[in-house]
């Protein structure tokens, strides 16, 4: 770890000097604040001569003035502020790669996209901090906001609210995201390969059951009735407890297992095959999300693979709804959990 | 891709709902608008009674009034946004875990992370952009602002500017991360190792070559005088392009190279595998990273470890800034490039 050494405080802190405002450069330009405004929007309603605009220009240079985009918004009544909450754990590549297309689609439809970080509250209430934003839409990651936090950003302002989620929430656009529906198709992969003991890993790691714990259910309901048994496996993302994992194995009796994703799978992979595990002759494994990885490992890896909305299509669903704040909220099942059977399983 | 229908666009958008104001529930509960401030806000220093804060609270509740953060800023002069632009490129899995501990440090120090994403826009032009949202502190993460951009973001009232760069910038605290030493460190590894022939890869995909131009650079000057060679690798992030790549092996003669990082290591590792090429016998192979990934390979990967603050100690340095918006910046190298070498090199 860098270590980052502490600085004395200093005894006598300047006075900091003043933020310029639009004030300020009508004072310099010569003008009023509305032609300063003007300017500087760019607004096309109002025509301004070339000198008195190229004089404002100068002015702000000189000045280091910059609008205020929260000032911007109170005057407008609403921002072109998209919020994203952040996910409660690190970003896998599939959900980068997803922010990354939709923060670059929206922008390119002038929105500013806002990621935000809400730790430690949760469901309603977070919705309570992200209505202080003011944002014009919203999109849920994850879920856990009801019906009163939908409530409560729309009448903050928010023109749309848009939920990645397996249930619609009242009153907000749904993306209908079942993560149930990834452990049911990787657990059916599975009993169709003839495979009868399923493990299935659950991460140890903090933040990661609201994902895990609809895989888990998933397999279960999928295999009920069947002679096909589930069993929860606990693994952290480190070598040791996936070499702890593997030296229970063969007491396990496993005969095949759902890894959670791709890269649960390599890591558990990579200590069966150390542990004398054969794959997938004495153990079929299968991940989720599709990562290149899976593709460049020997045995090439099973997958389930979620198909998110592309970013460009996700924009183009927030900004009809910011134009359409009456319309009905749809709801789109993203039927995304298909089998891609390698040689892993 | 999931399709995401157009919905018609309703006949009678309604006309959207007010937004409830302080004022809304100063009416509602019957008190004053500073009343209400005092109570939303938890102000300490005024003195109300219990049957009053509740009727605000059940007033606000009835409303579905929540603060308004940027009017809030507006009042108190600044924020508590520390803003931090998002990458060009979506986020690795080293950087993903940085900013989201990073995020969380900041979140218990009662500061608001915002990633803002202002696609188009470089240096200064960019700088402009993030000072229309007035944040406390910025931290810049890729190099490109200047003096001016710092200058335009303190005058706009940020208390800190901090810099992850090759270079200090005037004005700004820097931590110095300097990804031409990556390259050296990479370079001089694989020349010690006996090689003499090294292949440097330069990832194809747009906004790398901030990160991989210093790379090359610094392997460049690494071997600069001595009777090796550095040969410039375009490779893009495909299966494709690998396999392209190494289908010229032979013809390039090279008997090292340094992959950019772990990822494309891994992604050429396996293209030159299945080409026949030996690893590391005919050709060594390091990335950079030390993700777990190339602990996980076969051979184990060499890799360059790069160390990037820890969250909590940046955020400390952040906050230290924002306190004491007068001191000195500070200037902290990085001094995170080490070679962990394993079997591939």
Redesign the interface.
């Known amino acids: 770890?860098?270590?980052?050494p502490?600085?004395p405080?200093?005894t006598?802190?300047?006075a900091?000097?003043p933020?310029?405002t639009s004030a300020d450069v009508a004072r310099l330009a010569g003008v009023s604040r509305a032609t300063v405004s003007y300017v500087l929007n760019n607004t096309s309603a109002v025509r301004i001569s070339e000198p008195t605009r190229r004089r404002v220009h100068e002015a702000a240079r000189e000045?280091?003035?910059?609008?205020?985009?929260?000032?911007?918004?109170?005057r407008a009544?609403h921002?072109r502020v998209v919020l994203m909450p952040?996910l409660p754990?690190?970003?896998?590549?599939l959900y980068?790669?997803f922010?990354?297309d939709f923060?670059?689609a929206l922008?390119?439809l002038d929105y500013?996209?806002?990621?935000?970080?809400?730790?430690?509250l949760r469901g309603d209430d977070a919705a309570?901090a992200w209505?202080?934003?003011?944002p014009v839409a919203v999109l849920v990651p994850t879920p856990g906001i009801g019906p009163e936090g939908v409530?409560?950003l729309k009448?903050?302002?928010a023109?749309a609210v848009v939920t990645l989620s397996p249930v619609p929430v009242e009153g907000a656009h749904a993306l209908l995201l079942d993560h149930a529906r990834v452990g049911q198709s990787a657990a059916e992969h599975l009993h169709a390969r003839g495979r009868r003991r399923i493990g299935v890993v659950v991460p140890e790691e903090p933040g990661m059951e609201i994902f895990s714990g609809p895989r888990l259910t998933g397999a279960r309901e999928a295999l009920r009735g069947t002679d096909a048994t589930v069993v929860e496996l606990r693994l952290a993302?480190t070598?040791k407890s996936a070499a702890a994992l593997a030296a229970r194995w063969a007491d396990l009796g496993l005969d095949a297992v759902f890894a959670y994703n791709d890269e649960y799978a390599?890591?558990l992979m990579?200590a069966l095959t150390d542990a004398g595990v054969r794959i997938p002759e004495d153990t079929a494994v299968i991940g989720a999300d599709d990562l290149?990885?899976g593709?460049?490992l020997r045995p090439t890896l099973s997958t389930v693979r979620i198909?998110?909305?592309?970013g460009s299509?996700?924009a183009?669903?927030v900004d009809?709804a910011v134009?359409?704040?009456?319309?009905e909220p749809?709801s789109?099942p993203?039927?995304?959990a298909t089998v891609v059977h390698r040689e892993s399983s």
Not at 89 to 93: H, N
Not at 131 to 134: K, Q, S, V
């Open positions: 770890m860098v270590q980052i502490n600085t405080a200093p006598k802190p300047p900091p000097r933020v310029p000045l280091g003035y910059v609008p205020h985009a929260a000032a911007r918004s109170l009544g921002s952040t754990v690190p970003a896998g590549p980068s790669q922010v990354h923060q670059g922008s390119r500013t996209v806002v990621q935000y970080g809400t730790s430690g309570r209505a202080e934003l003011r409530a409560v009448r903050s302002g023109r993302y070598q390599m890591l990579r290149m990885l593709r460049l198909a998110l909305p592309s299509e996700l183009a669903l009809r134009r359409n704040p009456g319309a749809e789109h993203l039927s995304g």
